[in-house]
C-alpha cells in the first residue's frame, strides 16, 4: 500500500514561551534543495490511521515542543510518469520564523500528495 509518515518536531530552544498554530508551512525539497511540485493538504486525507487534531495554538515553554505528522502514499498508479521524490522537507513552524529543513527521503510515487496535521503536544 505504501502509507509512509513522519513525525516533525519543533522544540522552544528560547529563554520564553512560544506559540505555535495550525498547520506548520511544509515544502518538499530535492537533493539540489529546489522544491518539489506537490500538493500539500492540511489535515489527514490520505489515510483514517492518522489522527488530524483541530487546529489550535500550541504554547511552548522553554524547553516544551509540539508534533505534526507528515503522510503520503508511494504509489504508482501511471508508469508513464515519472515518480516524485523528495531529500528534504522544509518546515516552517509559525508566521514570522524561518523555516527549518530537515533531511527526509519523501518518496511519493507519482501521487504528488502530502498530508499534514495540526500542531499538537506529544504524547510522550
Not at 503522510?71 to 523555516?99: L, Q
Amino acid at each position: 500500500m505504501g502509507l509512509r509518515a513522519a513525525a516533525v518536531y519543533v522544540t522552544n530552544c528560547g529563554t520564553s514561551p512560544r506559540k505555535v498554530s495550525g498547520y506548520p508551512l511544509t515544502h518538499v525539497l530535492d537533493e539540489d534543495l529546489d522544491r518539489v511540485e506537490v500538493t500539500v493538504h492540511q489535515g489527514s486525507s490520505i489515510t483514517t490511521g492518522i489522527d488530524d487534531p483541530a487546529p489550535t495554538t500550541v504554547e511552548l515553554a522553554p524547553g516544551q515542543r509540539a508534533t505534526a505528522t507528515l503522510v503520503w502514499r508511494n504509489t504508482v498508479t501511471d508508469a508513464t510518469v515519472v515518480a516524485t521524490t523528495g531529500a528534504f522537507v522544509e518546515i516552517t513552524p509559525a508566521k514570522g520564523t524561518p523555516p527549518q529543513l530537515a533531511p527526509m527521503m519523501v518518496d511519493l510515487g507519482n501521487t504528488g500528495k502530502l498530508d499534514v496535521t495540526a500542531w499538537r503536544r506529544p504524547a510522550d
